[in-house]
């Protein structure tokens, strides 16, 4: 079984389904194809028919879209407790991860991560200043609070014990740390914050991070 990612430093997409695959785990190998590249899509092209990463090979097939990817990982590995085991937990969660996965649009372009923006190390730039960005960080901050405050007694993450919904905003957690957002700002107590400061300490994410800088390194 393989991974195919995006550079580890700029790539969230690809960020989330490496996750998923290693909390249930899955053993895969992962290969980077550089992005940001005139022949970027040829590469990809050669592994998804999106041209896009991330994309899992396994059994003769090819599964396309992280959250397609996170999918099948739950499907797989049921012991592995993906999805919150509480019914309405597990809707919204699944209601989160797709807003995640379909808006946000202001925060994805004001607070992109590219070559200048990785989403590795210390606070490098500042909160841009928009109003629809702004608007999303709103959204965001309630969001979290919403779902820490109902669901979130069982440990620090959305829904208490890890999940799906925190391998998608861990990205917009390092997205917060890079451009030095103050969350108290847009509305929080404190809540989205711990929560924020949660996903940034996962061993996990420390393991991708590791294993960004060692990519960069390497040039």
């Known amino acids: 079984m393989k991974l195919v990612i ?19 785990g899955a053993v895969f190998e992962t290969e980077i194809v550089r992005l940001n590249r005139d022949d970027t899509h040829a590469a990809l092209r050669k592994y998804s028919p ?32 993906l999805w919150p085991s509480d019914a309405k937990a597990r809707w919204l969660a699944r209601s989160a991860v797709c807003e995640m996965h379909s808006a946000f649009m202001a925060l994805r372009t004001h607070m992109g991560m590219g070559p200048d923006h990785p989403m590795i190390g210390d606070a490098r730039a500042e909160t841009p200043d928009d109003p ?10 309630e969001l979290w609070r919403d779902m820490r405050g109902r669901f979130g007694a069982d440990g620090p993450y959305m829904f208490g014990a890890w999940s799906i919904a925190d391998a998608f905003f861990t990205p917009v957690a390092a997205r917060m740390r890079h451009f030095q957002v103050d969350l108290a700002a847009f509305g929080d107590d ?6 924020r400061d949660a996903l940034l300490n996962d061993p996990l994410f420390l393991e991708w991070t590791a294993m960004a800088q060692a990519d960069l390194n390497a040039g």
Do not use: N
Not at 190 to 195: E, I, L, N, R
């Open 6 to 24: 995006g550079d580890p430093a700029y790539s969230t997409w690809s960020l989330r389904p490496w996750l998923v695959l290693k909390r249930c």
């Open 50 to 81: 999106s041209g896009k990463a991330p994309v899992l090979m396994v059994e003769g097939e090819v599964i396309w879209d992280s959250l397609a990817i996170s999918v099948w990982c739950a499907e797989q590995h049921p012991d592995a407790k």
């Open 132 to 141: 629809a960005l702004a608007a999303d960080l709103r959204r965001m901050v």
């Open 190 to 195: 404190g809540t989205a914050a711990a929560y």
